[in-house]
């Protein structure tokens, strides 16, 4: 692997690396997408995905080596200025709250004392529909409550996630590398954020029930270098949660090199559900649940819509196409609910693997 300034077409003042092996198999890989720009954050440069013709992985080459992480999330969502919070108000937004709330209080065990038996019916009522399940179980990532449970999240962004699970009992641990979101979480909740890796961080063994990785995995410099730590840092009994872009999803089929989950130069890796399952070999951890979502797809569409115009996502629309956005975007999540019902076709993979 050849560290590179890539001639100018890797962004100015950022180094990068070639990586011409696949990952997981050592195939060389054959380019996929040429000459792709950052359209969302404004990173400098063209970027290119290769593809294993063997496994199927997806990976960006040139690179961006470690020293030069930071610049590429300079302008990222987690820096955005901090709001004041509105308390919630009455009306349909307040029902769908209640209605999440039942939900993760009888499929997931985050049940108030005060929990009525309407409020309990109302929650295995609505959680037979798996479209309401799966929203209200993504508030948690699916994680059941654990009594004193300890829980890391990996790129934990500005604290956010972590935030919900200390209000529902969790002991909770955060890694962000990036300077601005790790001093948002740590200044905005007073939680415990580190700054290192994980592999660099020296957790102790054994000690977190569980580990979340919500759209990170494909950020990772070595993602099986990762999952080995998590492996080392579970208990007997733990489970490790991943969420990833689906490289196989209905949205990259219809967008190709338009598709929001492509974002060079920030990811790294592109996973399908045989890649990512591949990812755990020889690994410590017993995969429980792999399967893709839909709960994504309707921003996928006008995301990706966007970007295939070349504007920002959601910038620049006059009112009635931001309504045909909206009811197209509708139709095409329909479609993916389908689809990811039957085979893997939603915009992210949900994996859920425990340790053995």
Known sequence: MEETNGSGKSGAGIRTRGIALCLLCEAPGVPYYERLVDKLYGVPGEWNWLRCPACGLFWLNPRPIPEDMEKLYEHYHTHAAEVP????????????????????????????????????????????????????????????????????????G???????????????????????????????????????????????????????????????????????????????????????????????RVFGRAWRGLEPPRHFFLFSMSTLKAAFRSMELKIDIARTTATGSQYIWRASRSLRRGTLPFEGRAKGERRLDKWESRLFSLLERALAAVGPFGEEIVLIAQKK
Not at 105 to 117: E, H, Q, S
Not at 193 to 207: F, H, K, M, N, T
């Open 158 to 252: 500005n604290g956010e996630f972590l935030r919900c699970m200390q209000a529902r009992g969790w002991d909770v641990v955060g890694i962000e590398p990036d300077p601005v979101a790790n001093g948002t979480a740590r200044r905005r909740f007073g939680l415990d954020v580190l700054r290192d890796p994980i592999e660099e961080a020296y957790l102790e063994a054994a000690s977190f029930d569980a580990i979340a990785m919500n759209n990170v995995i494909e950020h990772l410099e070595n993602p099986v270098r990762t999952l080995g730590e998590c492996a080392r840092l579970l208990r007997k009994g733990g489970e490790l949660v991943i969420v990833t872009p689906n490289v196989e999803s209905l949205g990259h």
């Open 85 to 156: 919070q509105t308390p919630p108000r009455a009306g349909p937004a307040s029902l769908r709250r209640s209605g999440r709330k039942a939900i993760l209080a009888v499929r997931f065990g985050y049940a108030p004392r005060n929990l009525t038996k309407t409020a309990a019916a109302m929650g295995w009522f609505l959680s037979s529909i798996p479209s309401f399940r799966e929203r209200a179980g993504r508030e948690v990532l699916w994680l059941r409550k654990k009594p004193r449970g300890r829980l890391l999240e990996i790129g934990c």
